[in-house]
């Protein structure tokens, strides 16, 4: 069983939805929490970054944490299609930089 | 900022030949890492250095990979001899970390697209 699982998708909607994406984790000890949006042939780039439980809104992205249950969430309100492109959730530990990253869930927004 | 540059970009190569990855982190950063992307595995951290020193290679495969950073500015990643499963995009991505504390946002190249014949 992988560290971090993410359903890989693809998530198609129409323009307008809410995106609803979600992650689920097994080592307790994560603590740090982020979603990477990456676009097709490009690298990765932050989105969002929350530190243990709780909620964080940037625009129109939400990050939640449960970490009661391993599980964190993403969601796009409003959704346009220039926000297609693939989600990564990645964990980390209390200290150091190595992250632990999510498949990714590939995300279709439709005109 | 020119951000994070990998070259090349795409690379077709034959089982066996050697392959040499080159990655131009961020001025300033002091944490480089190593990444290998594929659709089965997804992102798989490699190798990352600190201050041009490796801190953890667990994730290198086998000893047909290895690393360096010579110096700050420039890293490489060779895989000798290279085989089919090798095929991957792979990713460099830098930070400026800090001396402790919460991990830092890592900026990424536009990767290193590889495939072994």
């Given at each position: 069983q992988k560290e971090v699982e993410q359903d890989p998708g693809p998530l198609s909607v129409p323009e307008g939805a809410i995106v609803s994406l979600n992650c689920t984790y097994?080592?307790?000890?994560?603590q740090y929490f982020m979603w990477y949006r990456q676009y097709s042939r490009k690298g990765p780039e932050l989105l969002m970054y929350t530190y243990s439980s709780g909620n964080k809104e940037d625009g129109r992205f939400t990050a939640q944490v449960d970490k009661s249950s391993k599980y964190i969430s993403l969601f796009i309100r409003?959704?346009?299609?220039?926000?297609s492109a693939t989600y990564l959730c990645a964990m980390a530990q209390a200290a150091g930089n190595k992250l632990t990253f999510g498949g990714g869930t590939r995300v279709l927004v439709k005109p | 900022d020119a951000g994070v540059i990998q070259s090349p970009r795409h690379e077709v190569t034959e089982m066996g030949q050697e392959v040499t990855l080159r990655c131009k982190p961020i001025s300033g950063h002091n944490s480089l890492f190593w990444y290998r992307q594929t659709m089965m595995r997804g992102l798989e951290l490699l190798i990352y250095f600190n201050n041009n020193v490796p801190?953890?290679?667990?994730?290198?495969?086998?000893?047909?990979f290895s690393a360096k950073m010579p110096n700050a500015s420039f890293s490489t990643l060779k895989i000798q001899?290279?085989?089919?499963?090798?095929s991957a995009v792979y990713f460099c991505a830098s930070s400026l970390m800090g001396t402790s504390g919460p991990p830092r946002e890592l900026f990424f190249g536009e990767g290193s697209r590889l495939t072994v014949l």
């Open positions: 097994s080592n307790s000890a994560f409003d959704s346009q299609p220039s926000d | 801190i953890d290679d667990s994730g290198m495969p086998e000893d047909r001899p290279s085989e089919p499963r090798d």
